[in-house]
């Protein structure tokens, strides 16, 4: 929050995305009896206490919340399930007209578990400890609820984009109400910060980045801040290379996270005299660990630490990572004195 806040800290502080999953045997404990990932997402208690465990064994900075971008399709009314293996699954949109059978007035009940979640983790986290909401940004959820799952290249929803942006327009419309009013609401169930992710946003043409990535997003923003003015957002553009720039530059914006392929000294001369920034170490490096790791963290906190900075990954952590390498990630940062 202080780094967020303009305020000067010592050293940067660090949280991982994906920081509860897989990798944490406690993690896989709670997970086997949970019955499906969404039962996970949607039991308070469960989804607090998988929230909680990466703080208790690393002592991050901040926590996020133990839910899923793809929460929101799922609410409007187009199931969502994931199978091992393969990962999200969803009856696709094939029509303009199937946009009618998603209901927004279904969301808050739907998502009512991951407030009363929010809630819990705020009594038990510790005071020092930010605590982290989010929600995937309309371009990214939309892929998955045009192509039903994970895709390749994206050719569903980028032809109907492309062909018929009024159309697609209307499902994005829909998003952007519907993802502003989750964030509000985990505001006011006690999170601290958001983090809006863009994963897919790298996929997009000129025009279509400023149609679909930058445009929502900043109604986004406008709409949360107009509730919620003090709350910091943190915006993840993946893969959108010198294109950051304008995500950075977008009204109420606080911080960008950094995918691991852009250039730290453009980021130092165009990026961290406007936002925080936060990333970028590839997740590949957190599982190989050793020397190397070592070296790309400290290239990485010479270059960014000078300057307002979140220590973060590229992009999630991976499931096979073992767990030493993050205590020592983790013991190179909190001590690093650049
Ligand atoms: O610790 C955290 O970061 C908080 C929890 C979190 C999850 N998903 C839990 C999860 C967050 C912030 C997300 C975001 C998310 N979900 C994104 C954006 C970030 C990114 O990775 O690009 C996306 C695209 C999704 C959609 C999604 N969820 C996919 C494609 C998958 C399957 C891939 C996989 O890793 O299995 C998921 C499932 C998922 N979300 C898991 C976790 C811990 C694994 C499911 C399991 O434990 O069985």
């Known amino acids: 929050m202080e780094t967020l806040n303009g305020l000067p800290t010592g050293r940067p502080p660090i949280w991982l995305m994906r920081q509860a999953g897989r990798y944490l045997p406690e993690y ?10 969404l039962d996970l997402c949607y039991t308070p208690d469960l989804a607090a206490e998988v929230t909680l465990q990466p703080i ?25 399930s994931f199978r091992e293996g393969v ?28 407030y009363t979640a929010l809630r819990t983790v705020r009594t038990e986290l510790p ?21 039903g799952g994970t895709s390749r290249d994206f050719a569903k929803t980028k032809c109907w984009a492309f062909s018929a942006p009024g159309e ?17 609401s ?17 996929m997009l043409p000129e025009t279509a980045f400023d149609q679909w990535c930058v445009d929502p997003i900043t109604r986004i923003v406008s709409g949360v801040k107009e509730k919620q003015p003090e709350i910091p ?44 920034v936060q990333g970028n170490l590839d997740p590949i490096y957190l599982l190989a660990g050793g020397d190397a790791m070592r070296a790309e963290a400290e290239r990485i906190l010479k270059s960014l630490s000078p300057g307002p900075f979140i220590f973060n990954l590229g992009h999630g952590v991976l499931p096979p990572t073992p767990l030493d390498n993050v205590s020592e990630l983790c013991e190179i940062v909190t001590g690093w004195q650049g």
């Open 233 to 276: 957002i943190i915006v993840f553009p993946r893969l959108a290379g010198h294109r950051y720039l304008k995500v950075a530059e977008i009204e109420g914006v606080a911080a960008v996270s950094l995918d691991q392929t852009v250039s730290l000294e453009w980021v130092q001369k165009n990026l961290q005299n406007k936002v925080v």
């Open 28 to 37: 896989r404990e709670v997970r086997k009896d949970a019955g499906t990932f």
């Open 168 to 184: 697609f327009g209307q499902l994005i419309d829909i998003l952007v109400s519907s993802i502003t009013n989750h964030l509000i």
């Open 127 to 147: 005071g020092d400890t930010t605590l982290i909401g989010f929600a995937g940004a309309p371009w990214t959820v939309a892929t998955y609820m045009v192509e």
């Open 56 to 80: 208790r064994r690393y002592g991050f900075d901040a926590a996020i919340i133990f839910s899923d971008i793809l929460v929101i399709p799922d609410a409007l009314g187009q199931p969502v």
């Open 87 to 114: 990962g999200p699954v969803l009856e696709e949109i094939k029509a303009v007209t199937e946009l009618t059978s998603l209901d927004e007035n279904r969301l808050s009940e739907h998502l009512y578990p991951v």
């Open 186 to 202: 985990q505001v006011e169930a006690g999170a601290d910060v958001l983090q809006i992710f863009d994963s897919w946003a790298g």
